[in-house]
């Protein structure tokens, strides 16, 4: 997983398949990356996500959890065809914003594009 | 048909939708099809793990046999777990018994919507047997 920060916006990129395994592990690194820094947001960049189950719907609502207990956000940017499917029958579009990229994530949450 | 026995570790998932993957794939499913098929199996296989054995308990399996009758293809995932108390309330979109884990309780959810049919079979301190069907139609 790549994990970016700009200004007050995680910015995690989890990579290959997400299920109840590798959610564990994705759910650990993002969490410890984000205690340590001083940052509000979260963005999940799904673009290298290969597969996903109802364990990767779990670990994103946690993550929207945890940025909302600190008063921020949590936009998830690059999501395909079959995520979108999955977001759709869980009900999270009506709760988590997305955006078509992580750009537009990063604008989304006040952000500096050129950072 | 094909019946494999996978050690109830969640790291083995990913194997379980390996082999559905290829087993559908000689049906020349679409890519829709195939991506709802492997979710479903994963969707039951990692339920059996988590909740079936309660996550992590080496030394117990559950399997997985996939069958086809012309282009309906079935998939039944068993295990021999504490089983489900209510069936009807595990159904409901939401519904989880393991909050604490991060579950969203949508498993059940997914599988009914990607598949043709679910039919879920348990007996509390006996196991479960999923049964999931995926009709092809027509070639593409
Ligand atoms: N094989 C099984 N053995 C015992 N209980 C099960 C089994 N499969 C499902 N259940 C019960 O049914 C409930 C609902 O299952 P479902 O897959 O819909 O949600 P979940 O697994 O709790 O959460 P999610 O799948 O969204 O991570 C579970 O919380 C569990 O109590
Ligand atoms: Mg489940």
Not at chain 1, 80 to 87: D, G, H, I, Q
Not at chain 2, 22 to 35: A, G, N, R, W
Not at chain 2, 116 to 126: A, C, F, Q, R
């Amino acid at each position: 997983m790549n994990i970016k920060i700009n200004g007050k916006i995680l910015i995690a990129a989890p990579t290959g398949e997400i299920d109840h395994h590798a959610a564990e592990r994705f759910r650990a690194q993002i969490d410890s990356a984000f205690e340590k820094s001083s940052c509000r947001h979260i963005i999940l960049d799904m673009k290298d996500v290969t597969f996903m189950d109802s364990s990767g719907i779990g670990m994103i609502i946690g993550r929207y959890k945890k940025a909302e207990s600190g008063g921020g956000k949590l936009t998830l940017s690059n999501m395909s065809e079959a995520v979108t499917k999955l977001f759709n029958i869980s009900g999270l579009a009506k709760i988590i914003s997305r955006a078509e990229n992580t750009q537009e994530a990063i604008i989304k949450l006040g952000g500096n594009i050129n950072d | 048909m094909i019946k494999l026995e996978i050690e109830a570790l969640p790291e083995n998932v990913a194997m379980a939708r390996v082999v559905a993957s290829s087993f559908i794939t000689k049906f020349d499913p679409t890519v829709e099809q195939l991506t709802e098929f492997k979710t479903a199996v994963s969707e039951a296989v990692t339920n059996a793990i988590i909740h079936g054995y309660s996550d992590k308990r080496s030394g117990e399996f559950v399997t997985l046999t996939l069958s086809a009758k012309g282009r309906e293809i079935t998939a039944k995932i068993i295990d021999n777990g504490v089983g489900i108390e209510d069936v009807e309330a595990a159904k409901e979109p939401l519904f989880t018994t393991k909050p604490e884990m991060e579950r969203s309780g949508l498993g059940f959810t997914v599988m009914e919507s990607f598949m043709s049919k679910v039919e879920i079979n348990s007996k509390k301190g006996e196991g479960t047997t999923i049964t999931l069907v995926k009709e092809l139609g027509e070639q593409q």
